[in-house]
Nanobody
């Protein structure tokens, strides 16, 4: 089993920045791609970004391209999401996720964190 714990959420004004962290523990050698999803009130969970921690590569949702950056530190088994130029519509619970598949994108995620709230005020 892989255990994921997010941190770094909070309240920020529009135009501000936040950095989310997700620390993985347990059988981390079984997961090769890590990513972030978000769910706003009344909406379905949506893909934000992911990265393959072995061969590299990143994928972003169109709504965050150019503003968010995903990165991973394999020595710490931690994935980060740097969020800049935040907008009120970025308000959501952000979830970390991990999967065995090397393929980038929203499919086949097997392990999920509990989520961290990000609120962007206008």
């Amino acid at each position: 089993q892989v255990h994921l714990v997010e941190s770094g959420g909070g309240l920020v004004q529009a135009g501000g920045s936040l950095r989310l962290s997700c620390a993985a523990s347990g059988r981390t050698g079984t997961v090769f791609t890590m990513g972030w999803f978000r769910q706003a009130p009344g909406k379905e969970r949506e893909f934000v970004a992911d990265t393959n921690r072995i061969i590299g590569g990143t994928k972003y949702a169109d709504s965050v391209k150019g503003r968010f950056t995903i990165s991973v530190d394999n020595t710490k088994n931690t994935v980060y999401l740097q969020m800049n130029s935040l907008k009120p519509e970025d308000t959501a619970v952000y979830f970390c996720a991990a999967k065995k598949s090397y393929a980038l994108g929203p499919k086949d995620y097997e392990h999920w964190g509990q989520g961290t709230q990000v609120t962007v005020s206008s």
